[in-house]
C-alpha cells in the first residue's frame, strides 16, 4: 500500500482559513482521503465489519417487525462485529417490547443511537435509555482496531436565535465529553449520530463547531484520525467528503416521509386506521439497510434496493432537493478510498 502524507503546515493553514472543500461521493465512486489509517492503527487488527440501519419507525409503520426481522436474520448470517440503528426505532411503550426483543435476539454485539421520535408521547432520554438497556446516551467503545463514538443530536440549544422544532443539538457538556473521548484513543474514528453533521436542513444546528473539533483532531494528529460520520433522519441516500471527513446518510428502512400534503392511503383500510401516519409517508416495498466493511484502504458499503408501494413521489410531483436530499428507494453501494 502507498501512504500519501500531506505536510502538516498546509493543514494547518487550510485549517485556519476554514476552506469548505464539499465533494458528492456518487454510488460506486471513489474519492481518496489523505493519509493511511495505518498512521493510527499501528499493529491493531483494521477489518471491521458492521450491519447498520436507520429510521425504522416501529410506531407508525406497519409491519415493522416483519423489516427488522429481515434485517437481524442477514446480520445474523454474517461475519459482523456488531449491529447498530441509527434512531427512530421505537418508543419505550410496554407494548414494543416484543418488536426491541427482535433486535436483541441478535447473537452478537448491538447497538443505538438515540433518535428524535424516540421521545414522542412524552418520554425523556432517560425512558428510552432504561428501555434500550444502553449505557448512555452517548458513548464510545473500540472494535476491531477502530474507535467507535456515538452522539446524541438531541440536547436543547438555549440560544434565543435556535430552530423551531425537534432539539438538534449537541450541547456543551456532551462537546466536552467529545473532546475528551477523541484525546484519549490512539485508533481511527467512526462517529454515529442521528441527525446529520453536514445537511442544513434539519441537520444538527452546532454542526459547523462539531466539524470544527473533528477536522481540528485530524489536523492535530497529522492524518484522517476521525474517518467517517454516519447518520439517518433525513430518510435519503448519499454521502459526501467534507475537509477530508466521509459524512454518510442512511436512508430509513422504512418509507420517505411525505406530510399531510401527499397523503396517500397505500394499505387496506383496517391499516390505515389503525396506523394513520402511514398515509403520509410513501412507504418501501422492501425494508432497507447496509452492511459495511472498513480496512486501512477502504469503506466499502452493500446498499440495497427496493421500490415505492404504489405512485411514487416522482409520479406525484413531491419536489427533489437535490443534491444531498436525492427522493429515493434505495440505500447506494459505495466504494470510499482511503
Not at 96 to 113: C, D, E
Request: glycine share 6%; with cysteine.
Amino acid at each position: 500500500m502507498k501512504y500519501c502524507f500531506f505536510p502538516y503546515h498546509l493543514i494547518v493553514i487550510q485549517m485556519k482559513r476554514r476552506q469548505f472543500i464539499q465533494t458528492a461521493v456518487g454510488a460506486g465512486s471513489l474519492l481518496i482521503l489523505p493519509v493511511s489509517l495505518k498512521a493510527f492503527a499501528g499493529s491493531e487488527k483494521q477489518n471491521l465489519k458492521f450491519g447498520i440501519c436507520a429510521d425504522i419507525h416501529k410506531d407508525i409503520m406497519h409491519d415493522s417487525d416483519e423489516r427488522l426481522q429481515t434485517f437481524i436474520d442477514k446480520a445474523s448470517a454474517r461475519d459482523l462485529d456488531f449491529i447498530i440503528q441509527l434512531g427512530d426505532f421505537c418508543r419505550p411503550y410496554d407494548y414494543n417490547r416484543k418488536f426491541l426483543s427482535i433486535w436483541n435476539s441478535y447473537p452478537g454485539k448491538k447497538f443505538h443511537v438515540i433518535g428524535n421520535h424516540e421521545m414522542d408521547g412524552g418520554f425523556s432520554r432517560k425512558d428510552v435509555i432504561r428501555f434500550w438497556n444502553i449505557p448512555e446516551q452517548y458513548y464510545s467503545f473500540n472494535s476491531n482496531g477502530f474507535h467507535i463514538i456515538v452522539l446524541d443530536g438531541n440536547d436543547k440549544n438555549h440560544s434565543k436565535h435556535r430552530a423551531a422544532g425537534y432539539a438538534r443539538y449537541i450541547g456543551d457538556k456532551q462537546i466536552k465529553w467529545l473532546k475528551k473521548d477523541l484525546k484519549s484513543t490512539h485508533l481511527p474514528c467512526l462517529v454515529f449520530s442521528h441527525q446529520s453533521l453536514e445537511k442544513n436542513r434539519d441537520g444538527i444546528e452546532n454542526r459547523e463547531q462539531i466539524r470544527a473539533l473533528l477536522e481540528a483532531e485530524n489536523s492535530a494528529a497529522g492524518a484522517t484520525k476521525i474517518v467517517a460520520c454516519f447518520s439517518g433522519h433525513h430518510h435519503t441516500d448519499y454521502a459526501t467528503n467534507i475537509n477530508g471527513i466521509y459524512y454518510i446518510q442512511i436512508n430509513s428502512m422504512s418509507y420517505k416521509w411525505m406530510g399531510k400534503d401527499w397523503q396517500v392511503v397505500r394499505y387496506s383500510k383496517a391499516i390505515d386506521e389503525k396506523y394513520p401516519y402511514i398515509k403520509f409517508t410513501a412507504p418501501f416495498k422492501d425494508p432497507l439497510f447496509a452492511f459495511v466493511e472498513i480496512n486501512a484502504e477502504n469503506l466499502k458499503i452493500e446498499g440495497k434496493k427496493s421500490t415505492f408501494v404504489g405512485i411514487t413521489p416522482k409520479e406525484m410531483g413531491y419536489p427533489e432537493r437535490p443534491p444531498n436530499n436525492p427522493v429515493t428507494s434505495v440505500i447506494s453501494d459505495r466504494n470510499l478510498k482511503i
